[in-house]
């Protein structure tokens, strides 16, 4: 199920702008069809009512449907885009009544690292989130650019290598969502998928708790405990592999995120931020 069957409500609103706009094209779309066979039926050979003119060659209300019904459809689409793209700004916060879940997403080659900086605890090619809590996430790359995309929770994302974004989502109901890299680079990125495991808060606390006393194959879907996750631990998982299953760290080193940021950021052209700078 994807982009139709939204658990969330920027999915759903998301989809509300794809029906509109369907509709809206509908407009124009239908009475085109109805009427070019309406007129290769009139206007066939054996039809002697057919009116036949060579000379006409203009006409001011047909020119004026012609141009003014798709101004309209253009102007009804631009404006329930307008209104769309500032209503579902990644950066907006989504209004629950209970405090966002901060989430800090890696993309590497050829997969997802969730970290979880307030719980103390990572997982990947597995995000776990409690339903009914917005869910800031933070997003970054440590390779090329890629993008973050969980189709029934919506807003997809790009993750760019130096630089950090910001999405702002909430699963409305429990269950199990496909999440992907909806941005091809090569090799091994059209496999990268992930699990989004949505929970009730009770069940949410009970997966933290087993996460973070390290119990085997402690995550919602049968991950498996490896341990911390320390800058030695993320050397090790940053190397290119397609073959990382789903794994949790029960706990993490203090800052990783901004540790990785930093270090995947690309080198400044020379004379741009000095010698061997770097963007922020």
Known sequence: MGVLDPQGPVAAAERLILINATAIMLVVVIPVILMTLAFAWWYRASNTRAAYTPDWAYS?????VVWSIPAMVVILLAGVTWIGAHELDPRAKLDSGRAPLTVEVVSLDWKWLFIYPELNVAT????????GVPVKFMLTSATVMSAFFVPQLGSQIYTMPGMTSQLNLMADHPGDFAGLSSHFNGNGFADMHFIVHALSPGQFQSWLAATQAGAAAAGAGGAVSVGVLDLRAYDKLAQPDNRVGAQIYRSIVP???DHIVQTSAPLAPTGAAGAGGVHR
Request: no cysteine; glycine share 6%.
């Open 60 to 64: 001011g209300k047909i020119e004026l």
């Open 124 to 131: 990947v090619n597995e995000l776990v989130l409690p339903t």
């Open 255 to 257: 800052d990783l995120f």
